[in-house]
């Protein structure tokens, strides 16, 4: 995530510096950070997450990125964690660090890779929502897409869904609305923010 670049002293030293947790002390040697890249724990068999580590980036490359995912399972490893799946959104540089990982996502069916501890298999998943969001402002920029049967994938679909929902009194959980589908004109058309 994108984080405000600042630096400041938080009593004993200063903050804001890119950070990788590796016992290096924040200098003005090193650049500002303006993003977070943040590793959630999430339960499988119950509900609740936690956060484990975070790092403070300028920006990393697809090997680095891999580099921190592996240490962060060797690291939850030491202390008894077990990790099954690892998720994340299907931005091109996630794409790319599962290479890093041992797993081509363009033509795996099934892509695991191994714990860098226990080697066993650790499953890869695309996170369902952004793929969605993904996938939904494809489709509003151009308007139909086709389906693996060349069957049509109409926007308009969406629109007579937000018809619906609104002479129906019910909303469904796709939580899309009106707001999603129109701009200011008038006309029917995805935006960039909000979600369905």
């Known amino acids: 995530m994108c984080i405000r670049e600042d630096v400041h002293f938080n009593g004993s030293r200063l903050q804001g510096y890119i950070n990788f947790g590796q016992g290096s002390e924040d200098s003005d040697s090193l650049p500002m950070a303006k993003e977070a890249l943040v590793f959630l724990v999430v339960a499988l068999n119950s509900n609740w997450k936690v956060p484990v580590g975070y790092f403070l980036t300028n920006s990393l490359t697809a090997q680095e990125k891999a580099n921190l995912v592996t240490t962060c399972l060797q690291n939850l490893n ?10 994340f959104d299907g931005a091109a540089s996630n794409i790319s660090m599962a290479k890093y990982l041992g797993v ?8 695991t890779f191994q714990h860098p501890s226990t080697l066993e298999n650790v ?16 489709l509003g920029d151009w308007r139909v897409l086709k389906n ?16 619906l929902q609104e002479n129906g009194g019910l909303h469904l959980a796709t939580k899309i609305r009106r707001r999603h589908v129109m701009n200011h004109s008038g006309v029917f058309r995805i935006l960039s923010r909000g979600g369905i």
Do not use: C
């Open 104 to 111: 081509d996502l363009s033509s795996n069916l099934e892509p």
């Open 123 to 138: 499953h890869i998943y695309l996170d369902a929502a952004h793929m969605l969001k993904l996938v939904r402002n494809t």
């Open 148 to 163: 693996q049967s060349n069957g049509l994938i109409n926007w308009k679909l969406f629109i007579n869904l937000v018809d």
């Open 78 to 87: 030491d202390v008894g964690v077990i990790i099954k799946t690892l998720t």
